[in-house]
């Protein structure tokens, strides 16, 4: 009787054995399944912060970001460009890729009338097309600023419409309103209306369209300071200092 409580009791500790390294065992699974998961996690995290360093390591000091050498053609000032000043003389040539009906390019626009007049030697300045698709007058108010200059009046155009911005962006009447800011500024109303309708007006807006998408240009205004793709100053006193600081070197 003895023997056999004995061998019982034997029976009954091994199961207990067998139940505590069984717990063991699922423990040590899920403290490996807990350090797996940390482990990936800190995998990701890593990831993340080497882009973030990356794309902070490819910032110069004053905050340009370089541009790609394939993309540089692009912003090589062309002979039907509107520039102001001489880009085979200018220390520097600052480039915009602008909508007519963003309100942030409304309010650079004076920045840069600006500081053209502070640099007039030093800075020549190209202006290029980049009409945002949900601005639903953008394009065609880029290709009223380009009939405007066939009559050699693109920049006093520019002025009108950056100036009437909110006249005519948020009116069912643009094109009447377009046609008295040509009215305004002198030009031939009928040639104008006939330079409207021209396909080579939307096709020249179209080229700095696609050219904008090879160097990337999301937003506007995007400011380039030679082939550097500059953050956008907070400020005239910011963007002065960006354009000394780039003279200087």
Not at 115 to 131: G, K, M, N, S, T
């Amino acid at each position: 009787m003895n023997n056999e409580n004995l061998t019982k009791y034997e029976l009954h500790q091994e199961k207990k054995r067998e139940q505590s390294a069984e717990g063991r065992r699922t423990r040590t699974w899920k403290k490996m399944r807990h350090l797996a998961i940390w482990l990936i996690v800190l995998v990701i995290l890593g990831g993340i912060v080497w882009l973030v360093n990356s794309s902070f390591a490819k910032r110069s000091v004053d905050g340009q970001l370089p541009l790609s050498s394939k993309a540089k053609d692009i912003l090589k000032p062309k002979a039907d460009d509107w520039i102001i000043g001489d880009v085979a003389t200018a220390k520097l040539i600052l480039t915009e890729y602008s909508d007519f009906e963003c309100p942030a390019c409304a309010t650079y626009h004076p920045l840069t009338k600006k500081l053209l007049a502070e640099f007039p030697d030093q800075i020549a300045f190209v202006y290029r097309h980049y009409p945002l698709p949900f601005h639903l007058y953008a394009k065609k108010a880029s290709i009223v600023a380009e009939a405007a200059g066939r009559q050699g009046k693109f920049w006093e155009m520019t002025d009108s419409l950056f100036k009437e911005q909110t006249r005519w962006s948020k009116s069912p009447k643009a094109e009447a309103i377009f046609n008295d800011l040509a009215l305004k500024i002198g030009l031939d109303l009928d040639r104008f209306q006939i330079d409207l309708k021209d396909p080579a007006l939307s096709a020249r807006v179209e080229r700095d369209l696609a050219e904008a998408k090879i160097l990337d240009v999301t937003y506007t205004p995007s400011f380039y300071l030679g082939t550097n793709l500059i953050d956008n100053p907070r400020s005239y006193d910011e963007f002065k200092s960006l354009i000394q600081k780039a003279l200087s070197q």
